[in-house]
């Protein structure tokens, strides 16, 4: 017994299949087509097994003189021909995410302007196909299943030895077809997943639909700073003070990389510990977290390692990654688990290096510490009850104005629009600061609520408690009376982004005789220390 599959050309180069369970005896390349013939044994066996969609779909010789068997276009696309003398390469299945299909097949009009305004490349059309096919070829595979065990419950009683023998005989076949469609439902689910998973998070309803030109000013903090005197970058402040080497780092590691030195080294500690502390003092978690991921972990948090221009860095010869924030190893701490709703919120703070590519990233708006590949960072994330993640997304907002206040730093707060979203995000606040020595304003921080786009993929879910009322006087507490559970919304955050940081200090708080004042929330944390001085020549 062999199982093959039959495929066929529709057009636009794509490729049609059926699985086909029955025993095929040979099989050729069509001479005047580009379909695959096969010559088939018990082609009315096989017609009684299909569905009618299916069986329609398929023309079947059942005289012997035809000697091929049927020209089959059932619409179910699948992977690349496979030849019985070429086994392919394996490909990790794909994990799967829980996407709710049917709301993106009955709001396929909201779905596909949120498509357009994001400006993001997700196939709906395809999608939509893909999961019809998937529809389809999961009904047979049920439908096969139930005549699979009904066969096997005939097989209890007592029968004739031919009744028995023709019970085998079709177990065996029901089996082995059986096993080429649940193979092709796999092969299908994984590509609907993939293509599935291209499908941004819907959007906030406030947020400004365009181009990042779009984004919408939602506050101002302080006023820049009068200077009296030439100011300089950090880069120049940095080489004059002896707190960075670039050339050095360039030669030992490549461009976009740096030592810190000296003062610069208790300015990271302090400003990492300073942050820390704001956050923990509003009941934030801390957490130091591997930097090192699994690729599908990236790819469940919405970050595409494998993608053209990535910011991620893969490990060669294994399915990891170094992380680009701390929010992907936060994100999986709690991956595929059901939480009680007692536990919620969630709050976190936590403290890692991050690692970019920064593909595409020159000019002189980049220059020094501004985009680098390795840096550090505190980053906050919430799990939370859906009704309540609007609440903590203005929370985190006005944590990191109070931080920022703090340092005596002038900056803005913009609602960003719909298009300089990533693809988790319902809505983004960013915080630009001013940056005098570079001239301009710099994002320091941005502020997420991803809704359950990622809980989704990432498989963290928490069981509501059940409402008291609902519950009788004396009532025993049952598998009745426990509530069903649902996905947590997750949101994040940046608390300090240690070189952005440092420009905004360094450019901000810079003296004319070359010094810079640390700003007085800093202090406790960098031992007292007050000004950076130059040093003695």
Known sequence: MMMLLGFTSVGGGSLRWASLPSTFLSWKRAPSSS???????????IKSRLLPGLRDACGFATSRAAAAAPLCTAALQTAPIIHQDKVPDEKPQQWKAAIDFKWIRDNKEAVATNIRNRNSTANLELVLDLYDQFSTLQKEVERLRGERNAVANKMKGKLEPSVRQALIEEGKNLKEGLLALEENLAQLTDQLQREAQ???NLTHPDVPIGGEDKSVLRKTVGSPREFGFPIKDHVQL????????FDAAAEVSGSKFYYLKNEAVLLEMALVNWALSEAMKRGFVPLATPEIVRSSVVEKCGFQPRGQNTQVYSIEG???????????PVGGIHIDSILSDSQLPLKYVAFSHCFRTEAGAAGSATRGLYRVHQFSKVEMFILCRPEESDFYHDELIKLEEDMFTSLGLHFKMLDMSSEDLGAPAYRKFDIEAWMPG????????????????QSRRLGIRYRPSPPEQSLPPHAKKGKSNVTSTQFVHTLNATACAVPRMMICLLENFQQEDGSVVIPQALRPFIGGLNVISPRPR
């Open 198 to 200: 291209c499908i941004p």
């Open 238 to 245: 940095g080489k004059e003070l002896d707190l960075f080497d």
């Open 438 to 453: 570079l001239g301009r304003y710099g994002e320091i921080s941005s502020a997420s609520n991803c809704t359950d786009y």
């Open 318 to 328: 294994s399915d990891q990654c170094l992380i680009g924030t701390a929010e992907i």
């Open 35 to 45: 379909s695959f013939l096969f010559a088939a044994a018990g082609a009315a066996t």
